[in-house]
């Protein structure tokens, strides 16, 4: 649901790269994944935004030393514990795998992860040949979204598929 960023003052607070729409999901059972390791439950102590970005108080990390030690750390909420999506929506995780589609039909390749870096959603795609495609999920690029085939439909901006495909 998001990345913990720097810690925010001297006593543990956290900035979160919050890539979910609602905030609301920081109220719910949380789990914290650093790196490899398994994901292990934490408990939110207190939440509350700062500039347009929720800030994150956890049981345990009360100065700013144990805070930077979490930056980076990927913040999951269980599947159970989301709510269901809109019938015109879907979640992230979902796409994962699915195919993915030009307009006029054919196949560029598979959704491989999302990335956001600098809070812009990136998709890597991997190509049939196992090439690497970092396409900007912007809503003017994605056509088409069926979750229960799995597939998408992207109409990439001009330019793009040249510079990672060559073609």
Partial sequence: MGTLARPHGIKGELCIDWHADSPLLLHTPLWLRQGAAPPRRVRPLAVRSH?????????????????????????????ED??????????????????????????????????FPAGQEVWSIRT??????????????????SPHIPAVTIDPPEGLLEIYLGE
Avoid: W
Avoid at 51 to 79: F, I, Q, S, W, Y
Avoid at 134 to 141: D, H, I, K, S, W
């Fill in 51 to 79: 500039k347009g970005r929720p800030l994150l108080v956890l049981e345990g990390v009360d100065n700013r030393t144990a805070a930077e030690a979490l930056r980076g750390a990927a913040l999951l909420v269980r599947r």
């Fill in 128 to 145: 049939d040949d196992d090439r690497e495609v970092l396409f900007p999920a912007r809503p003017e690029y994605i056509l088409q979204l």
């Fill in 82 to 115: 989301l709510p269901p999506p809109d019938p015109d929506e879907v979640y992230l995780h979902d796409l994962l795998g699915c195919a993915v589609f030009l307009p006029d039909g054919g196949r560029l390749g598979r959704l491989d992860h999302v990335e």
